[in-house]
């Protein structure tokens, strides 16, 4: 079936760098693109979402674009910190309507942060 | 707070036994899932419940049976454990409607079957 994936499994970046975790998805259908964090040993954690209508959107120190044309979802973190240190999953997921449908998730980017 | 809680954290039992894994969330949420995550650290979603109802049965062998008694509740059990069957197992939890992309997920429980 059709998959989100991820285009490199281990990311380093310097400490206050800016860091960018690509992913690229086939289902054009998908209503929500989402990003989630795992750190070592915890569940993944809620990080930003995107509607498929939309290209950008922005929280706090992060930003995610959605360039439908070439089905690229990536999220931008600023001046990563040493606990951004995790493995990053972007999600799709199609919108049924019955409120509890299951995320499809890539195969995580491991993001490393050099002091 | 635990937000989304589940026991035991750890699980070592031998092939063919049968074992289950509880989950709780106190977060007043109506739907709640069952993930699993493998050795290469993949997620794929197992099952969701909406108050109580089943509503996803994605292709898992029927040796593993969800049973929600409440809307807390999302209990998984399993039935003559594989050696296949070791992996991380996630509950999470969302609110119905539209924001149910938006999951909070437990601690996990490492199965480990010898």
């Known amino acids: 079936g059709e998959s989100v994936g991820l285009h490199l499994p281990t990311l380093s970046v310097q400490e206050g760098d800016n860091s960018i975790i690509n992913c690229a998805y086939s289902n054009s259908a998908s209503d929500y693109f989402i990003w989630y964090k795992q750190e070592s040993g915890k569940g993944p954690q809620f990080i930003i979402d995107i509607r498929s209508n939309m290209d950008k959107r922005q929280g706090q120190r992060v930003t995610v674009l959605l360039n439908k044309t070439v089905k690229h979802l990536s999220l931008q973190i600023a001046a990563t910190q040493p606990g951004d240190s995790a493995v990053y999953f972007c999600?799709?997921?199609?919108?049924?309507?019955?409120?509890?449908?299951?995320?499809?998730f890539g195969k995580g980017t491991h993001l490393i942060i050099q002091p | 707070d635990t937000a989304v809680s589940q026991t035991p954290k750890y699980l070592v039992t031998q092939m063919g036994n049968d074992k289950s894994i509880k989950c709780e969330q106190n977060?007043?949420?109506?739907?709640m899932y069952w993930y699993k995550q493998d050795s290469k650290k993949f997620l794929k979603i197992m099952f969701s419940?909406?108050?109580?109802?089943?509503?996803i049965n994605e292709t898992v062998p029927n040796r593993f049976s969800p049973k929600s008694p409440d809307k807390a509740h999302l209990n998984l059990h399993i039935n003559s454990l594989e050696l296949g069957d070791s992996a991380v197992y996630f509950c999470?939890?969302?609110?119905?409607?539209?924001?149910?992309?938006?999951?909070?997920f437990g601690p996990g429980t490492r199965l480990t079957v010898t």
């Open positions: 977060l007043g949420h109506d739907t």
């Open positions: 999600a799709e997921i199609r919108d049924s309507g019955g409120g509890a449908d299951g995320l499809t």
């Open positions: 999470a939890s969302s609110q119905a409607g539209g924001r149910h992309y938006e999951q909070y």
């Open positions: 419940y909406n108050n109580k109802e089943l509503i």
